[in-house]
């Protein structure tokens, strides 16, 4: 908490990080635009004129100009930094509360880490180490592969793609097994490791590990290949 600052702005208190550049990427802390009130007047959603008893209300996501039915509802805007509830339209609200999912249950699993099978790939040969431990750091900022002569950061800003391994077995049909992660760095201009589930007793705990990386990555703009 030492290294965030708590701000108010016109949708209400939020913590902001004292320095951008090192704070989680699974955050945004930009301000948000709101359109107008004289720029729009009619809803941006429904296009019904705004009246005495229709009032206009601003999407605190987006910031359109909206009616009390398009945008009556307040959920947690927890990815922006806001401690409490705040007024979001219906398309938003779909957003939000899949990234609520994800802040509440898949970055814990990020943190906490797991052990997963991990390989360098070169030259199109593989050779899987014994399980290493993957975890998420606390800032959010790399992901750190250890073990028996194995041992490597991956800056999340770092990685390019990702190409997902989905089980073919009839009883675990879409299950993820594994996942491919490609990667730059200022002085190697492409690397890439592979992460596969232990199919030991935590193989359910490296299952869901992988499942919620691949869920951050979206959430930073770096898409899932098959």
């Known amino acids: ?15 902001l990080p004292k320095d951008p550049d090192t704070s989680s990427p699974f955050f945004l802390f930009q301000d948000i635009h709101w359109i107008p009130d004289k720029e729009s007047p009619k809803c941006m959603e429904c296009k019904q004129t705004f009246e005495l008893l229709r009032r206009r209300h601003h999407c605190r996501r987006c910031g359109r100009c909206l009616c009390n039915n398009c945008c009556g509802v307040k959920i947690h805007l927890t990815r922006f930094g806001y401690f409490d509830p705040v007024l979001q339209c219906k398309t938003c609200i779909d957003k939000s509360k899949q990234e609520n999912d994800f802040f509440e249950n898949s970055l814990k699993i990020l943190t906490t880490g797991c052990s ?81 589930v232990d199919q030991g007793i935590e193989r359910p705990v490296s299952e869901a590990w992988l499942s919620a990386f691949v869920k951050g990555l979206k959430l930073i703009g770096c898409s899932e290949k098959n």
Not at 1 to 15: E, F, I, P, T
Not at 116 to 141: F, G, P, Q, R
């Open 116 to 196: 997963i099978l991990a390989a360098y790939v070169s030259e199109d040969h593989v050779n899987y180490t014994k399980s290493c431990k993957v975890c998420v750091d606390k800032s959010h900022n790399f992901i750190s592969i250890s073990g028996q002569s194995f041992d490597t950061v991956i800056m999340l800003k770092e990685i390019t793609s990702v190409f997902s391994c989905y089980s073919d077995n009839p009883a675990s049909t879409g299950l993820l097994t594994g996942l491919s992660i490609h990667y730059k760095t200022s002085t190697i201009p492409h690397s890439e490791i592979k992460l596969m």
């Open 1 to 15: 908490m030492d290294n965030r600052v708590l701000y108010k702005d016109k949708s209400g208190l939020r913590m």
